[in-house]
């Protein structure tokens, strides 16, 4: 069965810091990936998704992610992080187009500092 | 651009009741999702449906009933509260059959039970 591992709970980096945040998933085949973020009190909105093609994705407000099949990974990245980047990172699979259901990650709490 | 309503914002329950969250989409979106959110365990599926009046298990849907009698409403169904409980349940809904598509998400219907 498709799984999503987010191994890290808690992250806190420093602004201007750069940042990367880890995804792991278990799947078959190759998959559909998305990172999607949840600011305080906001609903989750979607950061970036990757369709099989090329491997690094760019997402909104400088994020951009790396899909890796040999590693089963697709983690997300930052060059230099803003205070509002302050939330939690949910990273998720589906198994492709037309196959309803979207599995998510334990999710990452992204602190920082100033 | 369009919006996910969800009612009641916060839920008190007792143990053994049955609570009704409801969730309203004007995005026209044939797919809509509920998934529960509980503090260290991400987002899991509770339902799912592809169109009006269908209905699709997700991993966690023991001790939940939904309803789509409408292709803008979703409803789920909380068949007997058990005590102690607290999560974050959010309603979501996509284009097409789902997979491959963004869902857009609302902000959530925060259940406790007394």
């Known amino acids: 069965a498709q799984s999503v591992t987010q191994p890290d709970a808690r992250v806190t980096v420093s602004e201007g810091a750069s940042l990367q945040l880890r995804c792991k998933y278990s799947?078959?085949?190759?998959?559909?990936l998305f990172w999607y973020v949840q600011y305080p009190r906001q609903g989750l909105q979607l950061l970036l998704k990757y369709y099989p093609g090329d491997p690094v994705v760019q997402g909104v407000n400088g994020f951009e992610a790396e899909f890796s099949k040999s590693n089963s990974s697709f983690h997300l990245r930052k060059a230099s992080v803003h205070w509002s980047d302050w939330a939690v990172y949910f990273c998720?699979?589906?198994?492709?187009?037309?196959?309803?259901?979207?599995?998510f990650g334990q999710g990452t709490k992204l602190s920082i500092k100033p | 651009g369009g919006i996910i309503t969800q009612t009641p914002k916060f839920l008190i329950g007792q143990e053994g009741q049955k609570l009704t969250l409801k969730c309203q989409q004007n995005f026209n979106h044939d797919t809509m999702y509920w998934y529960r959110q509980d503090s260290g365990k991400g987002l899991r599926l509770i339902y799912y449906s592809i169109t009006e009046n269908d209905l699709q298990k997700g991993d966690l849907s023991e001790g939940y009933d939904a309803s789509r009698e409408k292709k803008s409403s979703f409803s789920l169904t909380v068949t007997s509260a058990q005590k102690n409980e607290m999560a974050v349940f959010l309603c979501a809904s996509s284009i097409g059959s789902g997979g491959s598509e963004r869902l857009f998400f609302g902000h959530g219907t925060k259940l406790s039970v007394l």
């Open positions: 998720a699979v589906s198994m492709g187009h037309n196959q309803g259901k979207l599995i």
């Open positions: 799947y078959f085949g190759t998959p559909y």
